[in-house]
């Protein structure tokens, strides 16, 4: 609704929903042809050209018009006077961030870091009887029946003389004109540390969409028949080949996952494994 306020000056949830509606009755259309007039189709032309349009042709390096209508099925709209992003009811991150939560599940259990697994399998295969791997699938293979692919990301970090550079931990900015989606103020993921906050500089990370070449950071899976077909073959490979070997996680699975299901998913592979 503080979208819809800026955007139309409403502030009734019904004359938004009106507005909305009266656009996407202007745009139906049978078949749409690429993305742009799905999202339209959805959503109506302004919000499509102030949210999705430029961030979403930032994200993936191409004109809306040049992708698939399929990449959207749906386009969530809340007629509520509520920020968040998500819509779930707990919302959060662990109190001192993740690496204290993971620090705290790995105590007194063995670890190491800094190894990459595929340098020296037959080593850490030596090593358990079953192994869960959390790389990329198609890496693990070799590539042997091609690359999956992914998009990327570059991260630009700095600190600023300033204790509060924007006032919120994360600020996306959709337009095309600016070269990277979001700036995260990471003193702002622990609103109620005031130490934190009333120091006199921040430190602020500025994330701009990359092309992925294969053996480099995958961050985003890119959802297509083509690759959810080449996914599925890998995995049969793995079900006949390396039946000890679990694939997980979001690139062992090929899959954009958010931290809940991650963990749900971690969860149930360790109780069954187990
Ligand atoms: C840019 C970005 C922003 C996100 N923002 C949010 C958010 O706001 N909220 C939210 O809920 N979720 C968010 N997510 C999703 C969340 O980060 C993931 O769902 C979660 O990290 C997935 O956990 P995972 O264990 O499956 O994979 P990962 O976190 O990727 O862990 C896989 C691990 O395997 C290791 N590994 C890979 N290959 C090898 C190898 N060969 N040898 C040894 N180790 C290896 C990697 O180093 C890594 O540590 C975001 C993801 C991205 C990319």
Redesign the pocket.
């Known amino acids: 609704m503080y979208t819809f306020y800026q955007m139309w000056g409403v502030t009734q949830p019904e004359e938004a929903r009106r507005i909305i509606e009266s656009q996407r009755r202007e745009a139906v259309m049978e078949n749409p042809a690429n993305l742009e007039e799905q999202a339209i189709c959805l959503v109506g032309r302004d919000v499509y050209a102030t949210l999705i349009k430029g961030y979403t042709e930032k994200q993936w390096g191409r004109a809306c018009t040049e992708l698939p209508a399929s990449i959207i099925k749906r386009l969530p709209v809340r007629f509520t006077f509520d920020n968040n992003y998500f819509n779930d009811r707990y919302q959060g991150i662990p109190v001192g961030g993740y690496n204290v939560l993971i620090k705290g599940l790995l105590d007194g259990i063995e670890w190491r870091t800094g190894?990459?697994?595929?340098d020296d399998r037959a080593y850490f295969d030596g090593l358990a009887d079953e192994i869960v791997y959390?790389?990329p699938i198609d890496e693990y293979f070799g590539w042997s029946l091609g690359f999956l692919e992914y998009r990327s990301?570059r991260f630009e970090q700095e600190m600023l003389p300033v204790s509060n550079y924007q006032g919120n931990a994360i600020v996306n900015y959709t337009e095309r004109t600016v070269p990277y989606t979001r700036i995260v103020e990471h003193k702002h993921f622990e609103p109620g540390n005031g130490a934190v906050l009333s120091l006199p500089y921040t430190v602020v990370t500025r994330?701009y969409p990359a092309d992925y070449t294969p053996g480099s950071e995958a961050?985003?899976p890119v959802d297509n028949k083509r690759n959810r077909d080449l996914h599925a073959a890998y995995q049969d490979m793995g079900r006949c080949n390396v039946p000890h070997t679990w694939f997980?996680?979001?690139?062992g699975s090929y899959k954009y996952?958010?931290?809940?299901?991650?963990i749900s998913s971690?969860l149930k592979l360790s109780k069954a494994l187990l």
């Open positions: 190894c990459n697994y595929l959390t790389g990301l994330e961050y985003y997980a996680g979001r690139l996952v958010d931290m809940g299901q991650a971690a």
